[in-house]
């Protein structure tokens, strides 16, 4: 005697609603990528603009306290890092961005 399962109706219904629940959820994950992305969007021309600012801003500054005035106690080392992790924010921004682009 074979040992084989013979499917009933139940079982086409629970794989249907199985695949409906997984469209359901990849809709849902879809929109929310969408979403954050058009808000990133409409934001990156402030976040560009001020991290942008504060990297040249920041180096500006090292520059004029280290070579115009030389005996103050400025925190250049900690400003220059302020302005590395500003540049390399905007790079994480548009990967970010680049990573949430709807396809």
Sequence with gaps: MSAERIPSATDSMGDSLREGAGHAVAILLSTVRVTIYAVLAVLRPFVVAGLSALALLGLAMSLFYTLLVPGSHFPTTLVLLMSVASA?????FYALMELLLPQ
């Design 88 to 92: 390399l924010l905007i790079v994480v």
